[in-house]
Each structure stands twice: as C-alpha cells, then as structure tokens.
C-alpha cells in the first residue's frame, strides 16, 4: 500500500536528462511519423513513467510496480520537445484512493526546462488488489 | 470546415505483435503482458494487449495528421477503458475518428473515438490544437 504521508509530496527525479533525436526518430518511427522536428504529443511518457516507476517503487512510499495497470493519460505540452533538449524531472502524487481493493493514484510528472515547465503530464495508475 | 459538430474522417490504423515490441522498445515499455502470450494469460488476460500509450500514440498520429504537424498539439487526454487485443500472427485495427467539440480564437478541441474489433477502447478521449 502507498504511504499515506507521500500524497500531496513533490518528489524530484532525475536533474538533468538529454532527449536525443535518435529517441525522437524511433519513437516516431513506430506510429510512422516522418516529421521528427519536434517528438510526437505523447514521446514524453518515455521519461515521465520511468521517473514516476523509480519514484513511487522507493520502499518508502511503497507502490507495487509490479501490480499497476495505466487507468488514464494527459499532457499539457507548453514547449513541444526537440531532440537535444534537456530537462529536470519531478513526480507529484496528486490523488489517491483505494475502490474494491484497488490502489487508485494519480501522478503529475512536470519536466522543467530551467525554471519552465516544458511540459507536465497525468498518469492515473491503477495497483490492482 | 473548422466548426463544432464537424467529422473528421475515420482512418484504421493496423496492430498486430512485431508492432507491440517496436512499441516496447521505443518506448522503453516492457512489460510482459504486451509480447508474452503466457505470461498475459497468466495474470488474467486474454491475450496480449496493447500498451494504452501505443493506442495512445497511434490515436495522437490521427490528431497531429489533422493538426498540421506536432507541435499544433497542446493537450490531449484519454481515459483506457478497454485492452486492444492481439492474438499471434494476427493484424487487428485502430479505428479512429472524431468530432470538433469546441472552437476559440486560439484553438480548436476534438473529441476522439477509438474502437479495434468493434470495442471501445478509449473514453474521454480528447486533443486541443493551435490554430
């Protein structure tokens, strides 16, 4: 079970992480985008589930990893990402509560470029009982 | 024309194993229950599924096609209500099409539908663009 003490916690991820045209290309590749000068809408969840896995697995908060199925997504993109770019990273757990035995939690995960937010995103995970 | 209740026309996307482990390996997703029949079985599954974000991706591709490119995109949300199943050696479709929902000086907002195998799979499925 989730710690109760990390809803409503920021937790910061990785300081500095370098998205590379070639993550973009192949990214987009598979959807068969040719037009890589900016990665397709949905290219971040390759950084933000990973952050948000590392982040929310710590054994001080708790979550089963292994158990989470993806209930909803959604991104705000403020600066479409370029290949070269590079960004902090930080996960919120926004929400959380359990239904029939099951974990319900929502995530934002925010990368920052500087001082800004290039883009955030909401993951809704749920533990499955 | 760019007014509410306007269709945007249906376009079928194919899915089918080699494009789940593409999938997989771009998007650093590996998950057994997305390549691994046994395995998704195992954990209650009737086969492989989708990753949400594949359907996701294929569904953003329908938008950013209408849009004009991916930097139009500046919000898009779905809720996955249904897997998308893929048996073994089989194609299977991505049926998308959508309505314009709301229009603003700056931007325009569609509402998306996604069904594969005549299954809906996606719910509140929704972009705004720039115009």
Sequence with gaps: ?129 | MIEVGAAIPERTFTINRGLLKAYADASGDQNPIHQNEEFALSVGLPNVIAHGMLTMALVGKFVTDWAGGSAKVTHYGARFIKPVIVPVDTDVDLTVSATISAVDENSVTIDLTATSAGVKVLGMAKAVIKK
Aim: contains cysteine.
């Design chain 1, 1 to 129: 079970m989730l710690n109760p003490d990390s809803v409503g916690r920021t937790f910061e991820g990785a300081n500095s992480i370098t998205v590379t045209q070639s993550e973009i290309d192949a990214f987009a590749a598979v959807i068969g985008e040719s037009d890589t000068t900016v990665a397709p809408p949905t290219f971040s969840i390759r950084i933000s589930l990973e952050q948000s896995q590392s982040i929310l697995s710590d054994p001080s908060i708790g979550l089963d990893w292994t158990r989470v199925v993806h209930g909803d997504q959604k991104f705000e993109i403020f600066s479409p990402i370029k290949g070269g770019d590079t960004f902090s990273c930080s996960s919120t757990i926004e929400s959380y509560r359990v239904a029939a035995g099951n974990e319900i939690v929502t995530v934002r995960s925010d990368l920052k470029s500087g001082s800004a937010i290039a883009l955030s995103s909401w993951s809704t995970l749920v533990v499955r009982a």
